[in-house]
């Protein structure tokens, strides 16, 4: 998709008016340097025993059985847990009883400890109501995160790599708040039918940079930015932005978000497979028991007509299910596809 079309629907699609990020981005804030409380009133859903959560870090959501996007960051903590077993322990902590939860827990079978626990809840959520709402804590219990699940996969890895901080959190929520509130003004020029204002993408590059800072690899605002380079016609600023990302800060969830920019962009003049292929490869090597990160690798390498190593990258997950019958079908497409380009091309 064409960059710029990219950026105004993410500009249209920014639904939280500028007022509200200034109170959201405080009251992230409000439990950072906290320790996390003690879960000795804690029922245990779906575990004999609580979980270990002594000298580990802790990733707990607060969640509902009623919420939609609660049910949609299921598999992702399972992912999570799974993939970080030996140093990360994921809860999910509701406020519900035990005969509304047990059902569903029954039904979406989440691998990770569910908990109940009203007080934990109710300070996780904070006085905001956000549901869903995630901690994440060191290994000492002092929490480093508050925010939306979404964003883990940003700001697990480097808690796991003791790169994050509370400072790092705060700067994160105020650097995302002046995006939200430069895409606001650009959203109420496009509604408003006066068009963006001169000097409206400027601002919102600069605010996206301004994440950057702080997350090089921060997905969203890489599009964000990507887009208005792209906007602008700066070809060259367009590719240095990519290749400045260092390896330590590519995550999975950057390369599925600009993967597929970088090898099928629209205009041929933005693709990039050389660096679509070295995120894709950094993502994976930064934690090689992520399938989400396997099957984002073989996606490239497919997408740039090398299907023998695409297959042998996602090797035996279709054995073990992790990819489904469906996944596999979509797989063995792209594959057979990317076949068929080398084929053509002699590759």
Request: charged share 20%; net charge neutral.
């Amino acid at each position: 998709m064409h960059r710029t079309l990219i950026l105004l629907l993410a500009i249209l699609a920014c639904a939280t008016a500028a007022d509200d990020t200034a109170t959201l981005a405080s009251s992230q804030d409000a439990l950072l340097g906290a320790q996390i409380a003690s879960f000795g009133k804690t029922t245990w859903v779906n575990r004999e025993q609580a979980p270990v959560t002594t000298g580990r870090i802790l990733v707990v959501e607060a969640w509902a059985t009623w919420c939609g996007p609660c049910r949609e960051s299921i598999p992702m903590l399972g992912a999570i847990q799974a993939n970080n077993a030996d140093r990360v322990t994921v809860i999910g902590v509701t406020s519900e009883d035990r005969d509304t939860v047990q059902p569903f827990v029954a039904l979406m079978k989440p691998d990770y400890a569910i908990a109940i626990d009203p007080a934990l809840y109710s300070a996780i959520i904070g006085s905001e109501n956000r549901v869903p709402t995630a901690v994440v804590t060191d290994a000492t219990g002092t929490i480093l995160y508050r925010g939306h699940p979404a964003k883990l996969g940003i700001v697990l890895p480097e808690i796991v790599s003791g790169t994050w901080s509370v400072t790092k959190s705060r700067r994160l929520n105020a650097t995302e708040h002046a995006l939200e509130q430069a895409m606001a003004a650009a959203r109420a020029g496009i509604q408003g039918q006066d068009g963006v204002r001169d000097g409206a993408i400027d601002d919102i590059e600069r605010a996206a940079l301004g994440v950057l800072a702080v997350v090089p690899g921060h997905p969203f605002a890489m599009r964000i930015a990507l887009g208005a380079r792209q906007h602008r016609g700066d070809r060259q600023a367009y590719r240095k932005l990519v290749v400045d990302i260092p390896d330590a800060s590519v995550t999975t969830a950057l390369v599925i978000t600009i993967g597929n920019d970088l090898l099928a962009d629209q205009d041929i003049a933005y693709r990039q497979p050389d660096q679509a292929l070295r995120l894709a490869q950094a993502a994976w090597k930064r934690n090689p028991a992520d399938v989400t990160a396997r099957k984002a690798y073989a996606t490239v390498l497919a997408g740039i007509g090398r299907p023998a190593l695409a297959r042998q990258v996602i090797g035996d997950l279709t054995l073990d299910g992790s990819i489904g019958d469906a996944g596999l079908r979509d797989y063995m497409s792209t594959m057979a596809a990317a076949q068929a380009y080398a084929d053509a091309v002699g590759k």
